[in-house]
Antibody, heavy 121, light 109 residues
Framework: EVQLVQSGAEVKKPGESLKISCKAS????????IGWVRQMPGKGLEWMGV????????RYRPSFQGQVTISVDKSISTAYLQWSSLKASDTAIYYC??????????????WGQGTTVTVSS | DIQMTQSPSSLSASVGDRVTITCRAS??????LHWYQQKPGKAPKVLIY???SLQSGVPSRFRGSGSGTDFTLTITSLQPEDSATYYC???????????FGQGTKLEIK
């Protein structure tokens, strides 16, 4: 079964660092883009950026560039989203999702269950 | 970014009704348009991909249409379990900036 399993909920203080994970299984990890999506409380879905696990080619949405870092560890089929200094405004649910191939028009076809990040003093 | 404008932002309908949600792109995106359903506390679920292809396992009362800049999601014969928020997303961008519509919250009366 193709799946993405994300790490558990986190509660952090402003200024702290954080790295959340997205572990892939059931397919060739290095052959599909992995994207990250933010959903702030009560709000819609926002595209953050995407990474090609094969060579770590990463594309950030401009509003997220410099605010987060997307990375992978191919040896354990895991993608990461990290912050060096969290802000209260980073409080959100974060989803990872796999981009499918051209027959599906690059549909984000497999989604993780989401990781809730709460940043509060 | 390619902007996606979805409407309405919310709607209320009864069981058995037919509803239509629209999504407009700021430039032509061919058929690189997908529809998702999201229920509270859950990840988005794929309903329609490539503007009009029904994802496996999704009931046939969900139908997508359109091409270029204008797209619609139609749900016929509404069921109570269709209460959810619906999002469109484009995956046409050559920069891989795959934007979403603002979402449409559907309430079943």
């Amino acid at each position: 079964e193709v799946q993405l399993v994300q790490s558990g909920a986190e509660v952090k203080k402003p200024g702290e660092s954080l790295k959340i994970s997205c572990k892939a299984s059931g397919y060739s990890f290095t052959n599909y883009w992995i994207g990250w999506v933010r959903q702030m409380p009560g709000k819609g879905l926002e595209w953050m950026g995407v990474i090609w696990p094969g060579d770590s080619d990463t594309r950030y949405r401009p509003s997220f560039q410099g605010q987060v870092t997307i990375s992978v560890d191919k040896s354990i089929s895991t993608a990461y989203l990290q912050w060096s200094s969290l802000k209260a405004s980073d409080t959100a649910i974060y989803y990872c999702a796999r981009r499918g191939d051209i027959p599906t028009y690059y549909l984000m076809d497999v989604w993780g269950q989401g990781t809730t990040v709460t940043v509060s003093s | 970014d390619i902007q996606m404008t979805q409407s309405p932002s919310s709607l209320s309908a009864s069981v058995g009704d037919r509803v239509t949600i629209t999504c407009r792109a700021s430039q032509s995106i061919s058929n690189f348009l997908h529809w998702y359903q999201q229920k509270p506390g859950k990840a988005p679920k794929v309903l329609i991909y490539g503007a009009s292809s029904l994802q496996s396992g999704v009931p046939s009362r969900f139908r997508g249409s359109g091409s270029g800049t204008d797209f619609t999601l139609t749900i016929t014969s509404l069921q109570p379990e269709d209460s959810a928020t619906y999002y469109c997303q484009q995956t046409y961008s050559s920069l891989l900036m795959y934007t979403f519509g603002q979402g449409t919250k559907l309430e079943i009366k």
